[in-house]
């Protein structure tokens, strides 16, 4: 977060629109865009540092049928090769099977609401997709990234460990989580943002019924971070962008300039995530998945641009394409404005713009 200045967003723009580079800057280990400067740890996210069994405020709904269940809300769990990823299992009231989500967040030190607490970003608006979801008769599961409330655990050790396939690998598990699960007849996987690029990974990987990306980028984050730097002196500019030229090709980068900037972005720390990171194209990834995609993007997103879905789009032609009017990053309504984007980024009370959810239902009922 500490970038915003440097980076020279607009200042029309709300002061939370965070960029890619902004999270690489602040974010603890294993979080969206980066990693951090330090260990994580478990009150980094704003998440339940103790996530036990603590009961559910969701109002129980009444089954659809004499012996089902009311829908549930419960914490649910998997395992990566170094500890325990925690997340959330939401099922409507029914007996089934049910359709079932994967909900995989974007970037920065984001937990299983899509809040950063720390930072005073806390729009809630995964926990209020799943209940949408919910409200639809589509199970959700969202979770806490590796290294972030509840998913300490299953962080590497050190940020150099920290690869970008790592955030697909974990949302891979909750797909075979669902998929072993009796209660749901098919998995769609749900990305935002940076979960967008992620869940196109997934998608090569494990089988899948639907992929949705919101508000995902279109190019290469090399492209996105060379856009985001313009604003740089001429001198510190050029040498961000042979940084990125070496990166690119895969080789380390041992002369960092001492400046806040420069180590934010490229401490030798978060040059392998940032590394394995640049391999990835979205257009091209998403050409490869070969489930039904939906692509949702609005038009007063300031951290992804409709370019980026039409991007995309031009990669897919059979994918659908949604344009969702006055809908913000945080899938809120807002307009432009500095005071309508920061509410839209930390009133959990504004809803999720009900287009989003036709969309996915949509694109469900067609798998």
């Keep these: ?77 998997v395992e990566n090769a170094r500890g325990t990823l925690v997340g959330r299992l939401v099922v409507p009231a029914g007996c089934g099977p049910f359709p079932a989500v994967v909900i995989i967040p974007g970037s920065g030190p984001t937990d ?92 090569r990987e494990t089988e899948i019924d639907g992929f949705v990306s919101i508000a995902g980028a279109g190019r290469p984050i090399g492209d996105v971070l060379r856009d985001q730097l313009k604003g740089l002196p001429d001198e510190d500019r050029e040498k961000a962008n042979a940084i990125l030229d070496q990166l690119e090709a895969g080789e380390l980068v041992t002369d960092i300039p001492q400046s806040q900037v420069f180590m934010s972005l490229f401490r030798p720390s978060v040059q392998p995530f940032v590394i394995s990171w640049m391999k990835h194209d979205p257009a091209v990834e998403l050409a490869a998945v070969t489930a039904p995609i939906l692509l949702l993007q609005g038009t007063t997103d300031l951290q992804t641009k409709v370019e980026d879905a039409e991007r995309l789009a031009g990669a897919r032609p059979d994918a659908t394409l949604v344009i969702v009017e006055g809908m913000s990053h945080t899938l809120k309504e807002a307009t432009l404005s500095n005071a309508s984007q920061t509410d839209a980024y930390t009133d ?8 989003v959810f036709e969309a996915i239902e949509a694109l469900i009922r067609e798998e």
């Design 1 to 77: 977060m500490s970038l915003r200045s440097v980076l020279v967003v607009p200042a029309r723009r709300a002061a939370l629109a965070v960029s890619c580079a902004a999270a690489l800057a602040s974010s603890p280990l294993c979080a969206g865009c980066g990693a951090g400067e330090r260990a994580s740890s478990a009150g980094g996210s704003g998440a339940l540092p103790d996530d036990t069994d603590v009961p559910d405020t969701e109002t129980p709904t009444t089954p659809d049928a004499p012996g089902c269940p009311a829908a549930s809300s419960a914490r649910t769990t």
């Design 112 to 203: 299983r609401d899509g809040n950063h607490v720390a930072a005073g970003v806390e729009p809630d608006t995964y926990k209020l997709l799943a209940e949408g979801l919910r409200d639809r008769g589509i199970a959700s599961i969202r979770y806490d990234k590796a290294g972030i409330g509840a998913s300490v655990s299953a962080a590497p050790r050190t940020e150099q460990e920290m690869l970008f396939e790592m955030g697909a690998d974990d949302a891979g598990l909750w797909v075979k989580k669902l998929r072993a699960d009796g209660r749901f007849a098919t998995i769609t996987v749900v990305g935002h943002s940076e979960g967008s690029l992620l869940g196109m990974l997934v998608a």
């Design 348 to 355: 959990p009370s504004l809803p999720v713009v009900p287009r």
